[in-house]
């Protein structure tokens, strides 16, 4: 019986979805969004879309690296694990750490795994055995085809060691350390591009803590160390995560030190629904925008107080919904639809801030806070894997302002518009690109969506997350929240969309225009 009923309710859902999203031109909208390509906000960096993986929990041990699992290649990476990151399209993954790295010691993790020491990870009290480290890493980024990002020891660590890694790294033959790359068995240099310095360093529970005029100057000394062996590498400078202490105040100083050796500032930022308030919950990612706005001021401010030129970006390289799991071992989050909605709204942030930010790293990619979960069976895929995968395979080009007029909602005083959007317009393919999250948790909001410059015209393609209620989650025995796809004729400059509650909506329109 039960079965039964909750077939009907599948179907149900699947009615009122294929025949209630779209209205009849003519009538009246509740909400207008208006966009215009010409109103550019800047191109899409495709590493917005990134990812992390660190020596937590299994992330690493256990989920994309297993040896002796059936599932393993002859290197011992998940083979499945493999397949899911190649259909998030993953652009690069920020690597060993996290609280991890304070107090990894790169040098650990080389030669032959035998001869590799256990060493007590003082961060999340586990044991680690150094079998997976910087080669097997390289190996497992070619397989995954991503791009490398390297975040150095700045809290135990030392300036050799970080300019040292670098030399393994990245050159080419004739030294000691490149030597040793050779003799381990690859010959080529890796030619890491992207290289953090530290990781939350203002954070008094980290290794090796220090103030923001401690953390500059031993950040400036080892930054021009690691640039004297490859001036090509970019280099991150850890901002803020602490938001209970003076953030603005350690960004602007450690870019007073910094801003003319580093090509970034990190930003973290991790939003829970404890009190279990979910438009609470729904407007969490509005601070991630502020954060972005405020430290993009203060680089422009160093930047004209250096004379420098050359932009200084944002890399929000650590971002995700944690708050069940937390502190807990492993940190095995299970994400339902609310959770995947506020991803979306991560993304949508990144999108609209496209000029400033062009890096994002979710933390993490597998098991521990992540779209991927692993067992010695096999894995599903997590609510939040699908607002991922639509935002990293689709939205790409440039960033467009779209203007939205829609109802709100009051929140501690603050009015949240129950749309939240970003659009993008890919002038290679010319498509338009519209995300949007309803965040209502009750009711369809009907929209005219309106084309500024250029008409819609031929099949609009859309992709739908969404479920029967914002507690579904995901299981290996069912996908409750998944992407749902389906066509529309478009012509014209409007049409009239329904927004489905709770839900995720990207909609890929193609766009006659003279451009």
Known sequence: MKTAISALKIVIFLVLFFCSSVSVLGQKSQARIKIDIERQIGEIDKMIYGNFVEHL???IYGGL???????????????????AIKELNVPIVRWPGGNFVSGYHWQDGIGPKDQRPVRIDLAWGFRENNSFGTDEFMDW??????EPYFCVNLGTGTMDEARNWVEYCNVEKG???????????????YNVKY??????????????YKNAEDYGKYALEVAKLMKWIDKDIKLIASGSSNYGGDWIHWNRTILEYLIRQVDYISLHNYVGNRNDNYYQFMASTTFAEDAIRITEGIIREEMAKARRKRPVY?????????????????????????????????LNVFVRNSHIVKMANMAQLVNVIAPIFTSKEGLFYQSIFYPLQLFSNHCYGCSVSAFVDCPQYDMNGEKIPYLDVSSAYNKETKELIINVVNRNKDQFIDT????????????????EVNGRDIKD???????LVKTITKEMNVKGDKLIYNFPAHSYTMIVIPLKTKM
């Open 57 to 59: 929990g299994r992330c």
């Open 65 to 83: 690296y297993e040896p002796g699992s059936s599932l393993s290649d002859e290197s011992g990476f998940r083979k499945d694990v493999i397949h």
């Open 141 to 146: 980024c070619r397989k995954v085809n991503t």
């Open 175 to 189: 030294t000691y350390y490149s030597d040793l790359r050779i003799k381990n068995g690859h010959s080529q240099p």
């Open 195 to 208: 290289w953090g310095l530290g990781n939350e360093v203002d954070s008094p529970l980290q290794m090796g």
């Open 314 to 346: 944002i890399a929000f390289d650590e971002y995700n919904v944690w708050y069940r799991a937390k502190g807990e071992e492993g940190n095995e989050e299970v994400y339902n639809l609310e959770d995947a909605l506020v991803v979306a709204g991560y």
């Open 448 to 463: 005219e969506i309106i084309s500024q410059y250029g008409q819609f015209e031929g099949k609009a393609t859309i992709y």
């Open 473 to 479: 989650h995901n299981s290996p025995e069912q996908q």
